[in-house]
């Protein structure tokens, strides 16, 4: 497995973000800021790579409808509408982490390794390590061309420690031109499938000391591998939007397990239905006593239905869920006495969100069907799932709210990676009261403050979109900004309230009459020392 993880990605003239604009990602990523002040933008650049590998043709180098949904990329480009024939659209950089199989991928080319780890920059391929974590970046530079989107540059770099490996290909006029390390590879040749690049060297014209040869065959380790992981990760990454359907009161049994729950969490009962007494892991909410944070060091395994029942207890909805068969109709989700369909929006909204927690086990419908400590259940994961959430609070009430925020730092500890986008300032408190009521030095406090990032995202009177990351501090803050008007309306109106409430209230004396005072008594005074 690749343990691959998204690192970061980068904007520039997408959407609101005109200027390069980097946001770098932890295991839980909070995303905050106004209605359009551009938070959305940052997920879709992902859901638009995601989608375009998504099309089963090839040679679509951007794929625009779908989860991210546009008439023309002219649409998403910072300035729209734009005129011209042809016009610079949206450069999208993404960075990623994987494990690749340096030996392994070397194996069946057999090259001189020296004169490889020469030629091509390369230097630790001269003693090339059965395994090695890489980060890789991908810039995608796009264009619209007469109402035609593509990608008209590809540029890849192997980061970290060493000198930097780049391999670029130019697209041009429909001709495509390769680069590696600022050099013409043009012995080298590229099939694009949709945005991945293929590359290919005739061996039987170009020798085995051809630097374009070691060229090649670094690419297929430094390179090669990276890409294959980073398009596992984004054709497997989960989204969860902010919109749900509502419910029919019978639903039509599946032929075969849905993939996946839906963008609006539409086929999370047939995929409950087909899958309820398989296997799933996952890690207990934390829980609030009189004292320190209790954080379970434990991973359930249980039946999905069964892990949706003890999440949402542990949310504090005590209603129990249930499968009802309908013979030869279908199958009713009941909680307690009463469907889906009569308990209200709430749980509507909340089941496709603990569902898809579990869904994204790692181990899902497979590996050890008993408990096992989180340290054992991460080695033997050895990959990480990717989600995004839009706005996970609507329609829950303030309590449930703030206790999703327990399920989402679960979630972050057991290799899930978080990006969420939310208004909600009951999750978002519920984050710091866990960071300020975590013991000194604990373990959770720890985690908290490495691994929760909160993202604020703001925009200025010329429409341009700017974010400010930060982390929370162990007395609850937040570290270098706060959002601009987050969790100001609830502290304004209290203070409000009060202020008002003095004024509204009659002098003592006005209520009780005049004060009659004995003559040569001292007045009391108002407070005592």
Request: hydrophobic share 40%; aromatic share 6%; glycine share 6%.
């Amino acid at each position: 497995m690749s343990n691959a993880k998204l690192l970061s990605v980068t904007v520039e003239r997408f959407k609101s973000f005109e200027a390069e604009t980097r946001v770098d990602f932890a295991p839980l990523t909070i995303i905050l800021g106004r209605n359009s002040s551009g938070k959305s933008t940052l997920i879709q650049s992902l859901l638009l790579l995601k989608q375009t590998l998504a099309d089963i043709r090839s040679d679509a180098m951007l794929r625009l409808d779908g989860m991210v949904d546009a008439f023309n990329l002219r649409e998403l480009t910072f300035g729209w509408p734009a005129a011209g024939d042809s016009v610079p659209g949206p450069v999208i950089t993404v960075e990623w982490e994987s494990e690749v199989e340096a030996a392994k991928a070397l194996a069946q080319q057999a090259p001189d390794l020296h004169n490889l780890a020469k030629l091509s920059g390369v230097g630790w391929l001269e003693s090339p390590p059965d395994r090695r974590v890489l980060r890789t970046g991908m810039t995608l530079e796009t264009k619209d061309a007469q109402g035609t989107a593509t990608v008209s540059a590809i540029t890849l770099r192997s980061l970290g420690a060493g000198p930097q490996t780049t391999f670029e290909v130019l697209v041009r006029d429909g001709r495509v031109r390769r680069r590696c390390n600022g050099q013409v590879a043009d012995k080298i040749s590229v099939v694009l499938d949709r945005f991945i690049p293929h590359v290919r060297i005739d061996r039987g014209v170009v020798g085995p000391r051809d630097k374009q040869r070691a060229w090649h065959n670094a690419y297929l380790v430094v390179f090669a591998q990276p890409l294959l992981f980073l398009e596992e990760l984004l054709e497997n990454m989960h989204y969860l939007g902010s919109s749900r359907q509502p419910p029919p009161s019978l639903f039509k049994a599946a032929t075969a397990a849905p993939h996946e729950l839906g963008v609006s969490g539409e086929l999370a009962a047939q995929l409950l239905h087909r899958r309820q007494h398989d296997i799933v892991h996952f890690l207990p909410p934390p829980v609030l006593t009189d004292g320190p944070v209790e954080v379970p060091s434990t991973v359930r395994a249980c039946q999905l239905v069964q892990a949706v029942n003890e999440v949402m207890e542990a949310l504090s909805v005590r209603a129990p869920l249930r499968v009802d068969e309908i013979q030869e109709v279908g199958f009713r989700l009941m909680f307690g006495d009463a469907s889906l369909v009569h308990v209200g929006r709430g749980l509507g909204y909340l089941l496709p969100l603990v569902e898809l927690g579990l869904f994204a086990d790692p181990l899902r419908f497979a590996g050890p069907a008993t408990d096992i400590p989180l340290s054992e259940y991460a080695k033997t994961c050895q990959s990480f799932t990717h989600i995004a959430l839009e706005e996970p609070e609507a329609h829950l009430h303030p309590k449930v709210a703030s206790r999703l925020a327990h399920w989402l730092v679960s979630l972050a500890m057991s290799n899930r990676r978080l990006i969420v986008e939310t208004h909600s300032d009951h999750l978002v408190r519920r984050l710091r009261g866990l960071a300020a009521r975590a013991g000194r030095d604990s373990a959770l406090e720890k985690w908290l403050l490495a691994n929760v990032v909160v993202l604020s995202v703001e925009q200025d009177v010329d429409g341009r979109s700017t974010v400010t990351s930060s982390r929370l501090t162990a007395d609850g803050g937040v570290g270098k900004v706060w959002p601009s008007d987050f969790m100001d309306e609830a502290t304004d109106e209290e203070s409000a309230i009060y202020y008002a409430k003095l004024e509204k209230a009659e002098p003592e004396a006005s209520r009780n009459g005049p004060i009659e005072m004995i003559e040569g008594a001292e007045p009391e005074p108002d407070e005592a020392p």
